[in-house]
């Protein structure tokens, strides 16, 4: 068994949706364990991260970053960063904005520089655009054409769970692969079973 959690935080519930896609396709990969965990909740309590052996982050994009309350979480877990505890697992990561750029790209490289100083290693998002194989804009995979991590767009003022059906489809497929790169990938944690 392998377990991960999506970690986010989300001001108005775009991200929220999205990070619920993510987990159902981590779950979707058998004997994978996911849990879906707010970004404030562990800044309480940054030692529970110990449990798992990879991480996806989610955040809104704000101002072209991660929210203030995704990087208050961040900064809570500097005395693991100290001990390096979190060195080897795998973490990805996905934001939500309402422009087509919106500067996305911005946030993700945030979470991955804050992956990075914790020794993580990265999985991207190794999904082909489905519009250059005739799939309608909307409808496709990895429309808007990002491999560093998942990008979602959810227009202005728009509801929640108001997102083109291709990110919908990009969200599942993102945790789907995140969960069967956690089985791939030996990873060993000395602290995940003394949480278990
Ligand atoms: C303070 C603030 C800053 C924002 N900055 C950006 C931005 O830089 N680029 C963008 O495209 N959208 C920006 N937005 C729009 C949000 O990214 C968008 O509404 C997103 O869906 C919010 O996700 P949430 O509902 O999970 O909080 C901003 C929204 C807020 C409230």
Redesign the pocket.
Known sequence: MKKLAVIYH???????HIAGHVLEGARSVPDTEARLLKAEDLTRAPDELLQYEGYILGS?????SVSGTFKTFMDATGRLWRSQQLKGRLAAGFT????PS??KQSTLMSMFVFCMQHGMLWVGNPILPEQHLGVPYDEAANRLGSWSGLMAQ?GHSAA?DSFPIGDIKTARMFGQNFAQTLHRVSVTCENAEAFA
């Open positions: 989300s001001g108005h519930g775009h991200t929220q809104p994009t704000y101002l072209g939500v904005s309402s422009l919106g500067d959810a929640a």
